[in-house]
C-alpha cells in the first residue's frame, strides 16, 4: 500500500469511518519481531479493507483472521521480549528473564493448552507445535547457552538476590524435551546433570580468568602482578588468582544459601547492582561481588547507542556539521542529564504475563487474570468474537 498514494487514501478514509486509530506497520529490517508488529497492525485495521457488500460474511476472510491470531500468538512472545530489551536500562539478567518468562513459558503454555484441547477444537497440528518448539530450543541454545558468552545471561539472572532459590531454575529452559535415559543401573541416570552452583560457578570462573588475563607470568613478581592488576580491576587485585578462585567458591556457595553477608533481601527500588555495591568493602563478599558488579554495569544491547546517534543526527544539521566530536558528546550528556527523572523510573517488566509467578512458582499481587494464549492485550478487540 505504501507504493500507491490512491490506495493509501481510500484506506485512510475507511479506517477514519471505523475509528480505527492507528495505520499499517510495515516489515523492517528486524523482520524476526516486525513480522508481529505488521501482522498486529492488519489485524486491526482488517475491516477496513474488506468490502462489507460483497464479503462482509466471506469464509476466506474468517479464515485470513484466524490464521493472523493463530500466528501473532507464536509471534507474539518474541516480539514483545525483543521491545522490553530495548530499554537503556536493561542487564544481562533481563535477556534471560524476557526469554524464559516472555519467551519460553509463554510458548510452553501455549502448545500445553493445544494439546489438551480436543482434536477438533486443535489449533494446530503436531508438526506445527514440533518446529515451534524447535525453533525456540534452537534460538535458546544459540543465545542464553552460547559458550562465547560464558552462559553470562543465565549467571545475571541467579545473581539477582530475588531470584535465588527459584523453583524455575530447576528447570532452566522449560519448553525442551525432557531426555530419556536407558541404563542398566537400576533405574537411575547414568549422568546426573550439573548442578546449578557448578553451571553459575564455571561461569564466574571463565570470567575471572579473563580479568586476570596473563598478568602474573612466570617472569613477573607477585608485586608487580598485583601492580598490574590495580590498573585493572582494583576490586579483586589483592588477592592472587589461586586465591580469588577459592574465595569465589565459598562466597558463590554462601549467595545461594543466603548466609551472611548475603542475607538481606533487595528494595523493591534497588537495581541489583547497587544492592552488589553495598557489598565491595566486604573481605568475606569482594570476589563474588566485583564480578556482580561488572556483569551488572554492562548493557547487552546496543538500542542505547542507537538512540544516542539517532540524537546526534537529530542535534547536528548540515549547517554544524563541522562541530567537534567532544562537543556532540558534551551535548549529549547535557541532555541526557535534562532529560533524567529518578522519580518516573521504574523497573523494566513485561505486562502480559506473570513474571513472578513463572519464576517462583507463585502469583504475585495484583497479578493479571490467567488468559488465553491467543487473547493477547496487542491483538484487537474482535479476536474473541472471531474466535468464538
Keep these: 500500500m505504501s507504493l500507491s498514494s490512491y490506495s493509501q487514501d481510500w484506506y485512510d478514509a475507511a479506517r477514519e469511518d471505523l475509528k480505527i486509530s492507528r495505520g499499517l506497520q510495515s516489515v523492517g529490517e528486524t523482520r524476526f519481531g516486525t513480522i508481529y508488529w505488521s501482522l498486529d497492525s492488519v489485524l486491526r485495521g482488517i475491516d477496513a479493507f474488506v468490502l462489507r457488500r460483497h464479503f462482509l460474511d466471506d469464509e476466506d476472510v474468517f479464515k485470513l483472521r484466524r490464521d493472523l491470531i493463530r500466528l501473532g500468538a507464536v509471534l507474539m512472545p518474541f516480539a514483545r521480549a525483543i521491545q522490553c530489551l530495548e530499554s537503556k536500562d536493561t542487564t544481562p539478567a533481563d535477556v534471560y528473564l524476557y526469554w524464559l518468562a516472555a519467551v519460553v513459558a509463554q510458548l510452553k503454555d501455549l502448545i500445553a493448552k493445544d494439546d489438551a484441547a480436543a482434536q477438533s477444537k486443535s489449533k494446530y497440528v503436531t508438526t506445527v507445535k514440533e518446529l515451534i518448539r524447535g525453533i525456540a530450543n534452537f534460538r535458546f541454545t544459540q543465545l542464553i547457552q552460547s559458550a562465547q558468552s560464558s552462559d553470562v545471561y543465565f549467571t545475571a539472572f541467579v545473581l539477582d538476590p530475588d ?38 560457578g564455571l561461569s564466574l570462573q571463565q570470567i575471572l580468568q579473563r580479568e586476570y588475563g ?5 617472569e613477573r613478581t607477585v608485586e608487580e602482578a598485583k601492580k598490574a592488576m590495580f590498573e585493572i580491576n582494583p576490586d579483586i587485585a589483592h588477592r592472587t588468582p589461586t586465591e580469588a578462585l577459592s574465595a569465589l567458591r565459598l562466597q558463590l556457595k554462601n549467595f545461594l544459601d543466603g548466609a551472611e553477608p548475603f542475607d538481606h533481601k533487595r528494595k523493591p527500588d534497588e537495581i541489583p547492582r547497587e544492592w552488589w555495591r553495598k ?37 547536528t544539521p548540515k549547517v554544524r556539521n563541522r562541530k567537534d566530536v567532544s562537543t556532540a558528546s558534551n551535548h549529549m550528556a547535557i541532555r541526557g542529564f535534562n532529560r533524567m527523572d529518578a522519580a518516573k523510573s521504574k523497573p523494566v517488566t513485561v505486562n502480559w504475563r506473570d513474571i513472578r509467578s513463572t519464576i517462583h512458582g507463585k502469583p504475585s499481587d495484583g497479578a493479571l487474570n490467567d488468559q488465553s494464549a491467543e487473547e493477547t492485550p496487542a491483538l484487537t478487540p474482535w479476536i474473541q468474537q472471531t474466535m468464538a
Design 163 to 200: 531470584n535465588r532459590g527459584a523453583t524455575i531454575l530447576a528447570t532452566p529452559n522449560p519448553l525442551a524435551v525432557q531426555s530419556i535415559t536407558i541404563s542398566l543401573s537400576g533405574g537411575h541416570r547414568v549422568k546426573e546433570p550439573a548442578p546449578l552452583i557448578r553451571r553459575v
Design 214 to 218: 596473563t598478568e602474573y607470568r612466570p
Design 279 to 315: 557489598l565491595l568493602d566486604r573481605d568475606d563478599a569482594d570476589i563474588l561481588t566485583a564480578l556482580a558488579v561488572k556483569i551488572f554495569s554492562s548493557n547487552p544491547v546496543s538500542m542505547p547507542d542507537e538512540r544516542a546517534m539517532s540524537t546526534i543526527g537529530w542535534m
